[in-house]
């Protein structure tokens, strides 16, 4: 079954929006990660959050591993913050990283 | 700290030509890792280094792939005769520590087109 599921797929923001992307992961995953790629490919780190809240500027992030969610949230939003985020995390004890298939988030000026 | 580095950034090939990528990871850090990404797809895991020792492979790495990291510093991603299927982008990244879970950094990942 899908191990890290990303919702929603895709998101329209004005300039100054803010927005929340979701990200479900099944038993086998944990360690949660969240990423930024930009439009020209570079994958940047957000977060590694396998649990509680943590904060960066406008963004945050919270994980509930009991219950198995990841929230990123991004207030005020920037054109620069356009690009496709993804969310990831550990297989079963291993070193592979599963990624989800991304939010591709547009911020419209 | 100059982050991760990978060359060539961009590679047009015929098909069944061989290529090679280079990665640079961030100094000191013992894991590096292999990625593969394909237009609108997250990336997908190929393999995975603790200093040179190869611990990780895909089953997405078939045996036109080879991947080393001879003294534990860069690392090289060969594929023999290319397929037009190969055509993605490759990332590498690297992490410190040696427990299971770390930070993990990506670099700007090298483009590859096989015609």
């Known amino acids: 079954g899908i191990q890290v599921e990303q919702s929603p797929p895709d998101l329209i923001l004005q300039e100054g929006a803010n927005s929340t992307l979701r990200c479900n992961f099944s038993d086998s995953v944990n360690n949660l990660q969240w990423f930024h790629q930009n439009p020209w490919g570079q994958l940047i780190n957000l977060f590694y959050?396998?649990?509680g809240t943590k904060q960066n500027g406008r963004l945050s992030a919270t994980t509930v591993a009991t219950e198995r969610y990841s929230l990123l949230y991004i207030s005020s939003s920037q054109t620069t913050d356009s690009g496709v985020y993804f969310c990831a995390g550990f297989q079963g004890g291993s070193e592979k990283l599963v990624f989800g298939k991304g939010t591709k988030l547009t911020v419209n000026p | 700290d100059t982050g991760v580095s990978q060359n060539p950034r961009h590679k047009i090939t015929k098909r069944g030509q061989n290529v090679t990528f280079r990665c640079d990871p961030i100094?000191?850090?013992?894991?590096l890792y292999w990625y593969r990404q394909t237009l609108g797809q997250g990336p997908e895991f190929l393999t995975y280094f603790q200093n040179e020792a190869q611990l990780e492979k895909s089953r997405l790495l078939s045996d036109r792939f080879s991947a080393e990291r001879p003294k534990g510093s860069f690392s090289t991603l060969e594929i023999q005769r290319t397929e037009q299927g190969d055509s993605a982008m490759y990332l590498c990244a690297s992490s410190p520590g040696t427990g299971v879970g770390n930070t993990i950094y990506f670099g700007e990942g090298s483009w590859l087109t096989v015609v």
């Open positions: 959050i396998p649990s």
């Open positions: 100094s000191e850090h013992n894991r």
